[in-house]
């Protein structure tokens, strides 16, 4: 039931890209994408609910293909905050969220 | 006030003690969870409260033990606990009105047992 996350980590320099991956083999209500820092509580970023709604922050795009149940997280010009553990989670019943296995992202000057 | 506060941060007790974990939040959120995390894995789901009542309980063992005496307010029980148990505990909260919950985490209890 866990969803599974792509890829494991990514090294950027600040001001480039990058795309996150979650996919689930089970019919999704909703996908969440969270980062988490080191020693610190995962912060939710971004949710996605089937029929096309989401909510987030404003520099924070991501994307829902109810089709194929995967979502992608797109992080455009990274600054060196961005740096973290991101991961996405999915519920299929509301409530009942499952964590992928995260992406340890690491922006470099 | 968007903020899950935990205490104790830190808690290191032995496999005979009894301990407890406590969770608070004033954003009106009726919802409530606890998490386990082991170091570099994901949260796990451990219990979620909806309305002050157990809604879900992801077969956790017995020797862990929620509770919510009130909206706003979260507690785990902990007897008899294995050196196994040793983890980063977190509660979220989030709205049960509407279809976005997302959950707010608190910055959770560092547990080691010894």
């Known amino acids: 039931q866990q969803p599974v996350q792509s890829p494991q980590a990514v090294i950027l320099r600040e001001g480039e890209d990058a795309v996150i991956n979650c996919s689930s083999s089970k019919a999704l209500y909703s996908v969440h994408w969270y980062r988490q820092k080191h020693g610190e509580a995962p912060v939710f970023l971004m949710i996605l609910l089937k029929g096309g709604e989401q909510k987030g922050h404003e520099k924070i795009s991501a994307s829902f293909n109810e089709k194929k149940q995967q979502s992608s997280l797109y992080l455009t010009a990274s600054q060196l905050s961005y740096s973290g553990t991101y991961f996405c989670?999915?519920?299929?019943?509301?409530?009942?969220?499952?964590f992928g296995a995260g992406t340890r992202l690491t922006v470099k000057p | 006030d968007t903020e899950v506060t935990q205490t104790p941060k830190h808690l290191v007790m032995g496999m005979t003690n009894k301990k407890s974990l406590k969770c608070e939040q004033h954003?009106?959120?009726?919802?409530m969870y606890w998490y386990k995390q082991k170091a570099k894995k994901p949260p796990e789901l451990m219990f979620v409260?909806?309305?002050?009542?157990?809604?879900i309980n992801e077969s956790v063992p017995s020797r862990f033990s929620p509770e919510c005496p009130n909206s706003s307010l979260l507690n785990l029980h902990l007897h008899a606990l294995q050196p196994e148990d040793s983890a980063l505990y977190l509660c979220?909260?989030?709205?049960?009105?509407?279809?976005?919950?997302?959950?707010?985490f608190g910055p959770g209890t560092r547990l080691t047992v010894l």
């Open positions: 409260y909806s309305y002050e009542k157990l809604s």
């Open positions: 979220a909260s989030s709205q049960l009105s509407g279809s976005y919950n997302e959950q707010f």
């Open positions: 954003m009106g959120h009726r919802a």
């Open positions: 989670g999915t519920e299929t019943t509301p409530y009942d969220m499952r």
